[in-house]
């Protein structure tokens, strides 16, 4: 009778610890210690006339609170799962196919981000030239349907090729995932926090 081969689990990658533990760590700080202490504002602000907006410490408080619970989901995947194996040959060095990696990355990302900037105000600018409005996108940041679209269509583009790249294929429900986020962002940001603008408006 053939002896079966032993079977070992994977060990949790210590960078992959380490990485999640001073994330986890630096992002409690700065909740607890760094912007109480720093801050002045609080995470709400109620204005002279009643409404309450978001305050000084609302952006970097949601902020280091995702980074946190990233960092935490990290670190529970690491100990349950362990990291992959790493393919052969690759350990240690930098190769062709990383630098070709953060290349595309890059140049997703900065395609992306460069639709979302010039996109609205480009349109703006063409209705002007044919007649269609005197207004100039400085004018028009907080107006709907034009505040919405370098926002939606740079960030749609952006994210469903990152995702179409990483997967290898297109998937509805990348596309339904995309959509969503786009969709609960503007809610969120534009909609519930009125004296917040979509980027990238805030710039006009």
């Given at each position: 009778m053939?002896?079966?081969?032993?079977?070992?689990?994977?060990?949790?990658?210590?960078?992959?610890?380490?990485?999640?533990?001073?994330?986890?760590?630096?992002?409690?700080?700065?909740?607890?210690?760094?912007?109480?202490?720093?801050?002045?504002?609080?995470?709400?602000?109620?204005?002279?006339?009643?409404?309450?907006?978001?305050?000084?410490?609302f952006f970097p408080v949601l902020l280091a609170a995702a980074l946190a619970v990233l960092s935490a989901i990290q670190l529970t995947i690491s100990f349950i799962k362990g990291s992959p194996a790493p393919s052969a040959g690759s350990e240690g060095r930098l190769t062709r196919s990383n630098f070709r990696?953060?290349?595309?990355?890059?140049?997703?990302c900065m395609a992306g981000l460069g639709i979302m900037f010039v996109l609205g105000p480009g349109i703006v600018w063409l209705m002007r030239e044919l007649g269609l409005t005197?207004?100039?996108?400085?004018?028009?940041?907080?107006?709907?349907?034009?505040?919405?679209?370098?926002?939606?269509?740079?960030?749609?583009?952006?994210?469903?090729?990152?995702?179409?790249?990483?997967?290898?294929?297109?998937?509805?429900?990348?596309i339904v995932a995309v959509l969503s986020v786009l969709v609960v962002a503007i809610v969120?940001?534009?909609v519930?926090?009125?004296?917040?603008?979509l980027p990238p408006n805030a710039e006009f």
């Amino acid at each position: 009778m053939d002896a079966k081969r032993p079977t070992t689990a994977k060990a949790p990658d210590p960078w992959d610890i380490g990485f999640g533990v001073i994330v986890l760590a630096v992002s409690l700080l700065a909740i607890f210690v760094w912007f109480p202490a720093d801050i002045k504002g609080g995470f709400f602000n109620t204005t002279p006339f009643g409404k309450i907006e978001p305050g000084d410490a609302f952006f970097p408080v949601l902020l280091a609170a995702a980074l946190a619970v990233l960092s935490a989901i990290q670190l529970t995947i690491s100990f349950i799962k362990g990291s992959p194996a790493p393919s052969a040959g690759s350990e240690g060095r930098l190769t062709r196919s990383n630098f070709r990696f953060l290349f595309i990355f890059f140049s997703i990302c900065m395609a992306g981000l460069g639709i979302m900037f010039v996109l609205g105000p480009g349109i703006v600018w063409l209705m002007r030239e044919l007649g269609l409005t005197d207004a100039t996108y400085r004018h028009l940041t907080d107006t709907a349907p034009y505040k919405y679209i370098g926002y939606v269509v740079g960030g749609f583009l952006m994210t469903v090729t990152l995702i179409t790249w990483t997967e290898g294929r297109v998937r509805p429900a990348g596309i339904v995932a995309v959509l969503s986020v786009l969709v609960v962002a503007i809610v969120v940001f534009d909609v519930l926090l009125t004296n917040v603008l979509l980027p990238p408006n805030a710039e006009f």
